[in-house]
T-cell receptor, first 109, second 116 residues
Framework: GQNIDQPTEMTATEGAIVQINCTYQ??????LFWYQQHAGEAPTFLSY????GLEEKGRFSSFLSRSKGYSYLLLKELQMKDSASYLC??????????FGTGTKLQVIP | DTEVTQTPKHLVMGMTNKKSLKCEQH?????MYWYKQKAKKPPELMFV???????INESVPSRFSPECPNSSLLNLHLHALQPEDSALYLC???????????????FGSGTRLTVV
């Protein structure tokens, strides 16, 4: 089975940096995705990690430690439009991506 | 075209009705997915099609019947649903293999289903 743990809510200030943590336990591992979901909209792909380390993509970076079952999403230079839910989604098996409950991020002026 | 199109956007159906949800993509993706999302919950995987063949069924009740008529289309046939089946039904597609991991899934905007 899969067990995914991430904070329920976070608040950060516009222009700041925020780190959203995720711990997971999966039977099998084929990488970990992060998705962004605005209220009432479909999830959109942000990043994928399969090897340990940091992947940087513009203002967003994602880190993975397979031995610790740990990942984080780092958002820099926060903008108001970054207010959304961020879903940690490990792939426990080929094509079997399970989404965590998500972290609702509120960016305040 | 980099979109996944789902129709209808909203659907209200009675427990004795039969209806179908449709999903279409023209990105050449060979993997397609159905997810169910309840309010304030994450999407839950229902079915995966790979090269038009059903590869994963997450123990979904038989009142949900998927169909993949060709590489661009995915349907979800609904029959004798229960009120607790009311949810947002999301379709997604991806490349197969390493492409799915590099570029992730592309989701449609979903069909909001209400069973009365």
């Amino acid at each position: 089975g899969q067990n995914i743990d991430q904070p329920t809510e976070m608040t950060a200030t516009e222009g700041a940096i925020v780190q959203i943590n995720c711990t997971y336990q999966t039977s099998g591992f084929n990488g970990l995705f992060w998705y962004q979901q605005h209220a009432g909209e479909a999830p959109t792909f942000l990043s994928y990690n399969v090897l340990d380390g940091l992947e940087e993509k513009g203002r967003f970076s994602s880190f993975l430690s397979r031995s610790k079952g740990y990942s984080y999403l780092l958002l820099k230079e926060l903008q108001m439009k970054d207010s959304a839910s961020y879903l940690c989604a490990p792939a426990g098996g080929y094509q079997k991506v399970t989404f965590g409950t998500g972290t609702k991020l509120q960016v305040i002026p | 075209d980099t979109e996944v199109t789902q129709t209808p956007k909203h659907l209200v159906m009675g427990m004795t009705n039969k209806k179908s949800l449709k999903c279409e993509q023209h990105m050449g993706h060979r993997a397609m997915y159905w997810y169910k999302q309840k309010a304030k919950k994450p999407p839950e995987l229902m079915f995966v099609y790979s090269y038009e063949k059903l590869s994963i069924n997450e123990s979904v009740p038989s009142r949900f019947s998927p169909e993949c008529p060709n590489s661009s289309l995915l349907n979800l046939h609904l029959h004798a649903l229960q009120p607790e089946d009311s949810a947002l039904y999301l379709c997604a597609s991806s490349q197969e293999g390493t492409g799915a991991r590099s570029y992730g899934y592309t989701f449609g905007s979903g069909t909001r289903l209400t069973v009365v």
